[in-house]
C-alpha cells in the first residue's frame, strides 16, 4: 500500500517537472516556428509554384517543375561542385589548424590568457569587414600583400589575386580559414580542459612517448568535441554567402548554392524558382548534418 501511494506520488511529480518543462520551452518553440518552420513551409509552398515578383498574388501550381529544371541546370552542378570543394578543404584546415593551435594554448606558457583573447579577433569581426580588408590587402596596386612580396623579390608585379579566375576560390578559402580557425580552436580547447590530467600524468610516468599519448589517449578523447566542431563549421560552410558574395560578386568560379538560390529569387526576381533552390539548399545541408551525426553515432558504438 505504501510503496503504491510512494509511486503515484512520483508520478504526479514527474507529470508536473515535465508540464512545468513545456511550458518554459513554449516561448523559445513559439519563437523558433514564428523565425524558422514558417519561413521554410512559405519556401516549401512557393517551390511549387510558378510566382515571380512582377505578380506575386497571380500564380500556380506547377508540381515538381521547379525541381526539375534546377537539377537540369549545369549551373546548379557547378555551384555545388564549388560548394562543396571550398567545405571539405577549408573544414579540413580549420580543424587541424585549430587541433594544432589549442594543444599549444592548453600548454602552460606565458600570457596564455592574452593569447587566447587575441586569437579570438578575426573570429569576432564581421565576415563582410573582413572580406572588405583583405580585398584592399590583396589589391593589385595598392594592397601591402602584394607590396610585401614586391619588396621581398618574390614577385615582379602586383597580383590581381581576386580578379583572377584561378586563384580566388583559393583566396575564398584562405580568407575563411582565417576567419574561422578561431571558432575551431574555442571548441576543441573545451575539450582539452574536459580531459583528466590523471590520465596524462599516468602516461608520462609509465613513460609512454608524446606522439603515442597523442594518438593513443588525447585524439580519442577528444574526438567527440572534434565531431560537433566540424559539425558546426560543416553546416556553416553548406550555407557560405557572403564572403563569396563580397570578393567575387556572381563569378561561377566561386559561386555557392546559397547565391545560386539567391540570383534566382533576387536577380531573376523567381520566386518559385528561388524557393525550389532555397529547398534545395536545405535539404544539401540537412543531408550533410544527418551523414556527420550518423558517423559520429557510429563512431561512438563502436568505440564503445
Sequence with gaps: M???V???????????EA?????FLAPALIALAAVAFWPLA???????????????????????????????????WLALRNTLTFTVISVALETCLGLGIALLLNQTIPGRGAIRAAILIPWAIPVVVSAKVWEWMLHDQFGIINNALINLGLIE????WTANPSLVMGVVIFIDVWITTPFMVLLILAGLQLIPEEVQEAAIVDGV???KR??????????PA???????????????????????????????????????????????????????????????????????????????
Excluded: C, H
Design 2 to 4: 505504501i510503496a503504491r
Design 226 to 304: 572534434i565531431g560537433v566542431a566540424v559539425l558546426f563549421r560543416v553546416l556553416d560552410a553548406m550555407r557560405m554567402f557572403d564572403l563569396s558574395y563580397v570578393l567575387a560578386g556572381n563569378s561561377q568560379r566561386t559561386m555557392t548554392i546559397s547565391i545560386y538560390a539567391r540570383n534566382q529569387l533576387v536577380a531573376f526576381q523567381e520566386i518559385g524558382l528561388g524557393s525550389a533552390a532555397s529547398t534545395w539548399v536545405f535539404f544539401a545541408v540537412a543531408m550533410a548534418a544527418i551523414l556527420i551525426i550518423g558517423t559520429l553515432r557510429l563512431d561512438r558504438a563502436t568505440s564503445r
Design 214 to 223: 597523442f594518438w593513443s589517449i588525447t585524439l580519442p578523447l577528444l574526438r
Design 42 to 76: 512559405r519556401t516549401l509552398y512557393f517551390s511549387f509554384t510558378d510566382a515571380t515578383f512582377d505578380d506575386p498574388s497571380n500564380y500556380g501550381f506547377i508540381g515538381w517543375r521547379n525541381f526539375t529544371d534546377i537539377a537540369g541546370d549545369k549551373l546548379w
Design 157 to 160: 608585379q602586383g597580383i590581381a
Design 6 to 16: 510512494i509511486a503515484r506520488g512520483r508520478s504526479r511529480l514527474e507529470r508536473r
Design 19 to 23: 508540464t512545468a518543462a513545456w511550458l
Design 209 to 211: 612517448p608524446w606522439w
